[in-house]
């Protein structure tokens, strides 16, 4: 997988998260705000772990269809029993790859490579 995917066993079903800039917009969607301001912000709507592992996987999930240009085949409700799921491992893994595919700083590999995983 690419430093912005990431493939979960929960409750038996795999779960496929891509964050790629679509995943980016729909965070900002389902925050009702720029997610880059938003993390920055005081008092910001990141106001519980819970809700936040739960909009990024709902992010991730949104663009891994996107990337696959496929029609989502669940809802928010079938996320938060997903996230509800989660151990606290697979919720650092999914916190990672979200941290590791959003950071600001490029290597010379992330730039002649990276162009693909975040379209």
């Known amino acids: 997988m690419s430093k912005n995917t990431l493939q979960l066993e929960i409750g038996g079903k795999t779960v496929k998260i891509r ?9 900002g969607q389902i ?16 106001t519980s ?3 936040n592992l739960k909009n990024m996987v709902y992010a991730g999930m949104l663009g891994e269809c996107d990337h ?4 989502p085949d669940f809802t928010e409700n079938d996320v938060i029993s997903i996230v509800r799921k989660m151990d606290k491992e697979q ?4 916190t990672a790859v979200f941290e590791r595919s959003y950071a600001g700083k490029k290597s010379d590999t992330a730039s002649k490579e990276g162009s693909q995983d975040t379209q």
């Not at 696959?68 to 029609?71: C, E, F, G, H, V």
Request: aromatic share 8%; proline share 6%; charged share 20%.
């Open 19 to 27: 964050f790629n800039m679509g995943a980016m917009e729909h965070l």
């Open 31 to 46: 925050i009702g705000q720029d997610p880059i301001s938003a993390t920055k912000a005081p008092g910001n709507v990141f």
């Open 49 to 51: 772990e819970f809700e």
């Open 68 to 71: 696959n240009d496929a029609t």
């Open 91 to 94: 919720a650092a893994e999914v």
